[in-house]
């Protein structure tokens, strides 16, 4: 799959209108100058590096958070419909699965993921991305829960559970 430059920057667009729905002042505008910061790395980041997973294409890490933040709300209000207890806020909810993924950025200084320069791995194994080396090993859950204290971005003790928890223990 591939996304259109316009896809591209529809979605950005979405991703953006969440943020501005959804995290309140004063943290909204730590968050929107982080991604400010990083937009133009962020817009076509793959959400992996493999096709065989998702979205390992250009512009995909965002095209899967938005999809992922639309799931968790619809699940949301079907959990509120059949009376659940909703033991978190929306906001909580939204930011956790906006930021659920953010480790794949990489540390700010280096990107996660590089362009794959090898033909056999791309054509047999669907590797379209490499690990970048010269990042220090971590997991995305941990390098997402860097990423906001190394920007001072606060999170609560359900967003950071769900963050860390995300991809199972």
Do not use: C
């Amino acid at each position: 799959m591939s996304l259109s430059a316009e896809q591209i920057q529809s979605n950005w667009e979405e991703f953006l209108g969440y943020i501005d729905t959804y995290i309140s002042s004063p943290r909204k505008e730590k968050v929107l100058a982080f991604y400010k910061k990083f937009e133009d790395d962020l817009v076509l980041m793959p959400a992996s590096h493999k096709t065989a997973y998702h979205n390992a294409f250009p512009g995909g890490y965002i095209d899967h958070v938005n999809r992922v933040i639309e799931g968790a709300l619809a699940i949301n209000e079907v959990w509120t419909k059949f009376g659940a207890e909703q033991n978190y806020t929306i906001e909580e909810l939204v930011f956790s699965a906006m930021n659920h993924d953010l480790g794949k950025m990489g540390n700010g200084e280096e990107m996660a993921y590089l362009p794959s320069q090898d033909e056999w791995r791309k054509k047999n194994l669907g590797e379209m991305y490499q690990y970048n080396k010269k990042l220090a090993y971590m997991s995305v859950p941990d390098r997402s829960i860097k990423l906001h204290v190394d920007h001072d971005i606060k999170l609560t003790e359900n967003e950071w559970m769900t963050i860390k928890l995300h991809d199972g223990l």
